[in-house]
């Protein structure tokens, strides 16, 4: 069982940068993928990006790519993910997900693809 806390929305202006923080309990948070979904009001949650085990490989939606970082650090069992560049459109509640994975799997990026899931922090940007 993996228990995730997502930490570090807020209110911020158009242009400026936020850094979520998702902190995961277990022994053996290395083995799991990792992800960042969102959720606008009236929208389906969509994909954000994700990290593979041991962080070896990152994936992005388009809508953040250049923009958002996603990393880990496994000694710590926590995963962020750094937005910079932030636009109204990224306003939404973001939801940390895990998924344990074998070695050299690909991370999902659907959220049928995760099995625990944190209880979101809120992303709000002003224009």
């Known amino acids: 069982q993996v228990q995730l806390v997502e930490s570090g929305g807020g209110l911020v202006q158009a242009g400026g940068s936020l850094r979520l923080s998702c902190a995961a309990s277990?022994?053996?948070?290395?083995?799991?993928?990792m992800a960042w979904f969102r959720q606008a009001p009236g929208k389906e949650r969509d994909f954000v990006a994700n990290?593979?085990?041991?962080?070896?490989?990152?994936y992005y939606a388009d809508s953040v790519k250049g923009r958002f970082t996603i990393s880990r650090d496994d000694a710590k069992n926590t995963v962020y993910l750094q937005m910079n560049s932030l636009k109204p459109e990224d306003t939404a509640v973001y939801y940390c997900?895990?998924?344990?994975?074998?070695?050299?799997?690909?991370?999902?990026?659907?959220?049928?693809?995760?099995?625990?899931w944190g209880q979101g922090t809120q992303v709000t940007v002003s224009s």
């Open positions: 277990g022994r053996t948070f290395s083995t799991y993928a």
């Open positions: 990290i593979a085990w041991s962080g070896g490989s990152t």
């Open positions: 997900a895990a998924r344990r994975v074998t070695w050299g799997a690909t991370a999902p990026i659907v959220v049928s693809g995760y099995d625990y």
